[in-house]
């Protein structure tokens, strides 16, 4: 089975453009999660989809980040205009449905992509 | 919101010694601790994970210990081996804001010597 596929897996951009990264979850997973990790942060949640309906974002960090998921085998997360301070690894995970709800139940984690802004 | 707290950040530990990492939460409604590992340069993997109906759970040479009354839940590793050697991750579920969503600690990079 092909796990979570994330790309690109290295993305190296200047301050100001814009970047798109895009998830596949796992056949039959109806949660989808978006996480950024620093050394500073740790591993952080930025926002989740539950059946491609957003449950929680209140980890984007603010206007500039965005993510959607148009349907069950999709999703992206956009940061325009990108800083520096975006520079980071973010993961994709997805879990399956369950009897504890979305959170409960093992997330399957990309294998990441990793951002450096110039 | 769910505070996790992680200790040590980092732990060096001989081959066949036990590792022992520690987590505090501070959410008393949490009820699930999954632990992730996370090998250099690779994914977060779960490796354990307790619910709050019980007190500890074992799969070979890991186990999880969770106190509710004194909210803190840790990780053993017993006999361990260098291939155990990665950044561990503890997780508590937080639930601010009418949703709930993980909240993981800063994690603890463990290094087996041979």
């Known amino acids: 089975d092909a796990g979570v596929i994330q790309s690109p897996r290295h993305e190296v951009t200047e301050m100001g453009q814009e970047v798109t990264l895009r998830c596949k979850p796992i056949?039959?997973?109806?949660?989808l999660f978006w996480y950024r990790q620093t050394m500073m942060r740790g591993l952080e949640l930025l926002i989740y989809?539950?059946?491609?309906?957003?449950?929680?974002d209140s980890g984007m960090p603010e206007d500039r980040f965005s993510a959607k998921m148009p349907n069950a085998s999709f999703s992206t997360l956009k940061i325009q205009p990108s800083e520096p301070r975006d520079s980071a690894v973010y993961f994709c995970?997805?879990?399956?449905?369950?009897?504890?709800?979305?959170?409960?139940?093992?997330?399957?984690f990309g294998p990441g992509t990793r951002l450096t802004v110039l | 919101g769910e505070n996790v707290e992680q200790h040590p950040s980092t732990l060096s530990v001989q081959e066949g010694d036990s590792a022992v990492i520690k987590c505090t939460y501070s959410?008393?409604?949490?009820?699930?601790f999954p632990w992730y590992k996370q090998e250099l340069g690779k994914r977060p993997q779960l490796i354990i994970d307790?619910?709050?109906?019980?007190g500890e759970k074992k799969d070979q040479r890991i186990a999880v210990t969770l106190n509710k009354t004194a909210k803190h839940f840790s990780l053993h590793i017993t006999e361990t081996q260098p291939e155990d050697s990665a950044v561990y991750f503890c997780?508590?579920?937080?639930?601010?804001?009418?949703?709930?969503?993980?909240?993981f600690g800063k994690g603890t990079k463990l290094t087996v010597n041979p």
């Open positions: 995970a997805s879990s399956p449905p369950g009897e504890g709800g979305p959170i409960r139940d093992t997330q399957y």
């Open positions: 997780a508590a579920i937080s639930a601010q804001g009418g949703s709930e969503k993980l909240v």
């Open positions: 056949s039959g997973h109806n949660s």
């Open positions: 959410d008393s409604a949490s009820n699930y």
């Open positions: 307790i619910r709050s109906n019980v």
């Open positions: 989809f539950n059946n491609n309906v957003p449950i929680d």
